[in-house]
Structures are given as structure tokens and as C-alpha cells.
């Protein structure tokens, strides 16, 4: 008997065929969102190594609106919306007259770069939940269709009153389908373990980063209160 794939396909009933669709769907998905969230935590990478350097020398001098702009050209970078963030609540509670301590400007900066930070969390974690259900489910989807496959095994040895040949397509095809369904989820845990791991990377990135300004503005408002007292 041929048991090519071409011949196992068409040999195949028309349950276990829904199950390798749906199976085939979930593997263009997941490849999908593993092309797409590797682009993306690239770019986030690759424009937050320019943001540092752009702006070591602009928050040296002080000036905030300049460092502001520079953060709004990396609109991919995850630092760069921390930083923004930091930068325009510091600014506006700043400038605001109601408030006179400078540290208050200080503990707006920090909200808004942990609001700022959690929120960016979210947005890199976005379909990673696609990638953990694809992967905990295909092996259950491909399960499924090996009982499907043993079911259609024995269905054709009771009309045919038995023989290996009448039933080694439907044990060919339960034992396609569940290797399709491992095919399908490995590469998704993989990936879902990888990409969560450098959303853990980024969000101790942002958590240093925050940290690191709130003390560059907590030294700023200090320098700043001072000499106007003086």
C-alpha cells in the first residue's frame, strides 16, 4: 500500500483532515507571531542602545525638552517611553506653581515611568498567550485525531473482517495526526519561553532605567532647589 503523504491524505477521513487544517492553521499563527515578536523585541533593542547614547550628553546639560524630542524618534525603543514618561511628568509638575517641593516633581517622574513601564510590559507580552495556548493544546488537537485515526483503524477492519492492510491507513493516520500535533506545539513552547524571557530582560532593563533617572532627577530638583534658595 502506497503510504506516501499524498495517499495517506486522501486515505484519511474527513474528521482527522479537519484536525490537520486546523493544526496547520495553528502553526501559521504561531509562526506569525514568532516572526513578528522577534522583529519587534529587535527593534526595541537596537533603538534603545541609540537612545542611551543620544542622550548621555543632552541630560548632562539639563536640557529636558531636547532629551524629550530625542526620545520620541525611538518610538520602539522600551526605554525610550520610560524615559519620555520620567521626563514630561518631571516637567510638568515642575512648572506647575502649585507645587514647591522639587521632590514632588521627583515622584511624578517615578509614577509615570512605573505607570509608563507596566503598560510597556503588557505591550511586549501581547500574543506571547497565543504561543503558550498553541503549545499546551496542539498535542491534545493531535491526540485527538490518533483517536479519530484508531476509530476509522477499526471501523475498516470490522467491514473488512481484518488483515494489517485494512488497517495500517487508519493507524498511519492517527500516528500522522499526533505527530503533527507535537510538530506544531514544540516549536511554540520554545518560542514562548524565549520571547518571555526577554520580556523579563526588558522589564528589569526599564525597572534600572526608571531607577537610574529618578535619582538623576532627584539630584536635578536638589541642585536646582538650592540654588534658589540661595
Excluded: C
Excluded at 483532515?17 to 507571531?33: A, F, L, R
Excluded at 518610538?75 to 514647591?100: M, N, P, W
Excluded at 488483515?163 to 495500517?168: K, L, W
Excluded at 506545539?185 to 526588558?202: K, L
Amino acid at each position: 500500500m502506497d503510504m506516501s503523504l499524498g495517499a495517506l491524505w486522501v486515505s484519511m477521513s474527513t474528521a482527522a483532515k479537519g484536525i490537520v487544517i486546523v493544526m496547520i492553521i495553528m502553526s501559521i499563527y504561531s509562526i506569525w507571531v514568532m516572526i513578528e515578536r522577534f522583529i519587534t523585541f529587535n527593534q526595541a533593542k537596537n533603538q534603545s542602545l541609540k537612545l542611551l547614547g543620544a542622550l548621555s550628553n543632552v541630560l548632562t546639560k539639563g536640557d529636558y525638552q531636547q532629551a524629550i524630542d530625542i526620545t520620541k524618534k525611538y518610538k520602539q525603543s522600551h526605554l525610550a517611553k520610560v524615559i519620555s514618561a520620567g521626563l514630561l511628568e518631571f516637567e510638568a509638575a515642575r512648572r506647575d506653581k502649585r507645587y514647591t517641593d522639587p521632590e514632588v516633581a521627583v515622584e511624578a517622574a517615578r509614577q509615570g515611568m512605573d505607570r509608563t513601564a507596566m503598560i510597556t510590559v503588557a505591550e511586549l507580552k501581547e500574543n506571547l498567550g497565543v504561543l503558550a495556548t498553541i503549545g499546551a493544546t496542539a498535542p491534545f488537537v493531535g491526540l485527538f485525531g490518533t483517536v479519530i485515526g484508531i476509530m476509522h483503524a477499526f471501523g475498516k477492519m470490522a467491514t473488512s473482517g481484518g488483515g494489517i492492510a485494512s488497517v495500517s491507513a487508519g493507524i498511519a493516520e492517527a500516528l500522522l495526526t499526533t505527530a503533527f500535533g507535537l510538530f506544531v506545539a514544540i516549536p511554540a513552547v520554545w518560542a514562548y519561553n524565549y520571547f518571555q524571557n526577554r520580556v523579563d530582560r526588558f522589564t528589569v532593563e526599564m525597572s534600572n532605567s526608571g531607577s537610574e533617572m529618578s535619582i538623576y532627577l532627584l539630584k536635578e530638583a536638589g541642585t536646582h532647589g538650592n540654588s534658589s534658595v540661595a
